[in-house]
């Protein structure tokens, strides 16, 4: 093991190494994302409870992203593909909601 003396020589990550490093944060993250919200279309599952439970998701999604970036010193080329798999995450959620509120057009609640 080799003796750390400064700063200087501490290990620098990359976003992308920061997400392999911390599994299911982020990298498995976007896929699993992605593949909750198809489940959620195949299954027929357009509730506004099921959508929230995806705008939680992907809240979380950002705020590591956010953290993440924040740390990544070096300002990476692989910044750029994790910015866009947040992106492609967004616009999965922007269809399935959009889904959603198609699927519930015309109905009230309390209604029996």
């Keep these: 093991m080799s003796e750390i003396n400064g700063p200087a020589e501490l ?4 976003i992308a190494e920061a ?5 299911g944060m982020y990298i498995g993250q976007p896929v699993t994302f992605e593949d909750e919200i198809a489940r959620e ?14 705008e939680q ?4 999604l950002r705020r590591w992203y956010r953290d993440l ?11 750029e ?6 992106r492609e995450c967004e616009r999965s959620l922007d269809g399935y909601a959009e889904q959603v509120y198609a699927a519930n057009r015309g109905t009230t609640t309390g209604q029996a």
């Design 57 to 60: 998701s992907l809240d979380r």
């Design 41 to 54: 279309v195949r299954q027929g599952k357009f509730t506004f409870a099921e959508l929230e439970e995806e």
């Design 11 to 14: 290990p620098v990550y990359s």
């Design 19 to 23: 997400f392999v490093k911390r599994p």
């Design 81 to 86: 593909d994790a910015a866009a798999r947040l």
């Design 69 to 79: 970036k924040r740390r990544d010193i070096l300002v990476l080329p692989d910044a």
